[in-house]
């Protein structure tokens, strides 16, 4: 592979860094209902696989601290939060018009301990961000990158959105924050909520075209202030490695150019892998963590989050790989003797071959996507710079350091296949808040009342100038972050390290 993006002062790419990586051991137990393709399980397989390749004695090990109401209402509605906390399996009869507006039941249903799930993976994120704040260099919380979810509705097996809330911390110490998206959805929830400010940069690669969650067109560049600041990556079923990484690299490498972000945070869903049970790319794990290795190259500091990965036992693999490469560490290919040992046969190796499947991605067609957007980079003539205030105080996240905990049991998890969700989507099941590819068209028609001053009316452009109103998005220069100053006390986030 070609050279990444900056050297270290100190070296070449395989130098150390000084990364964190949240984990909670309860994470695993957290199950979606039969059938359903969302196994949280696939975290622990992760840890699992991460404790025996020895992988954990080279990070900080954090338990994260659960995300409180007010961390959540940073970005999301206080009546949406509310509800998440209260709604059961047992009680949901009793609230059919609540589940109906906050699009809970279907993909995402109601199951035991759905608030403190919620809780865990975007304290891991937040946490994460708070440690990159005080200069770790790289943090990882797989458990977390649910792009999907909206400031008031959950949205394809995402309740809240943790990519947001550490964005948002991120942006307390630094002028832009770059999100990239390598997960075959489109990162819709992450886009829409900095849509129009130039504080975030998001790019998102990911299959379009009668593919939930329907947006992500090259044409939506983000409005307002944030126009050109929002890129979107189109692509078609059986994208390879080769193919992948002539888009990537070129755009990645031309955004950190222009942009200069302080932070980066990679959603690194691994549905886009060959063979996904959602998914339709074919991808292999080398060529899905070559992203991870050419951000990490760029030497700025850097969240890993998880997201999509239906595949669960390719999931462990993949985020376990992209571990090594955070940690600048090359792992062999066989797999160490573990609890979920039995899931990787029959050839119990970390890297699996791609398939044979054809690459609907033409190699004109391409070309022709990354001249777009190199194009649309190009009109970013210098990085935006904000007026700086006193930095507003950390959430306070006093997680725990953790021991290794290398054999936490899961109650056997077989991947059963389910025809509410086949290969080709995950969003079979008919349900008219929310359509395949309709979620644009919809916008369009039946823009959403403003809710109070946190959303901001907005346009989406397409080149016919077609205009509609839009909501959902946040004013990141002054209030959202003001809001934090009365609800979070000083910074309590001193790290208590047991191993490093
Ligand atoms: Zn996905």
Known sequence: MEAGGNSLPSGPDGSKRKVYYFYDPEVGNYYYGQGHPMKPHRIRMTHALLAHYGLLQHMHVVKPALARDRDLCRFHADDYVAFLRSITPETQQDQLRQLKRFNVGEDCPVFDGLYSFCQTYAGGSVGGAVKLNHGSDIAINWSGGLHHAKKCEASGFCYVNDIVLAILELLKMHERVLYVDID??????????????????????????????????????????????????????????????SLFKPIMGKVMEVFKPGAVVLQCGADSLSGDRLGCFNLSIKGHAECVKYMRSFNVPLLLLGGGGYTIRNVARCWCYETGVALGVEIE????????????????????????????????????IKIKLLDNLSKLQHAPSVQFQERPPDTEIPEKLVKPTINEKADEDQEDEDERWGRDSDMDVVDDCKPLSGRVKREYLEPKAMEDQKEVEYARETDTETKASYSGSMLIDEPQIKLEQDNINKSSDQPAEMNS
């Open 184 to 245: 075959i959805h489109h990162g819709d929830g992450v886009e829409e909520a900095f849509y129009t400010t130039d504080r975030v940069m998001t790019v998102s690669f990911h299959k379009f075209g009668d593919y939930f969650p329907g947006t992500g067109d090259v044409r939506d560049i983000g409005y307002g202030k944030g126009k050109y600041y929002s890129l979107n990556v189109p692509l078609d079923d059986g994208i390879d490695d080769e193919s992948y990484q």
């Open 333 to 368: 290919d066989k797999m160490p003797q573990h609890e979920y040992y039995e899931y990787f046969g029959p050839d119990y190796t970390l890297h699996v071959a791609p398939s044979n499947m054809e690459n609907k991605n033409s190699r004109q067609l391409l070309d022709e």
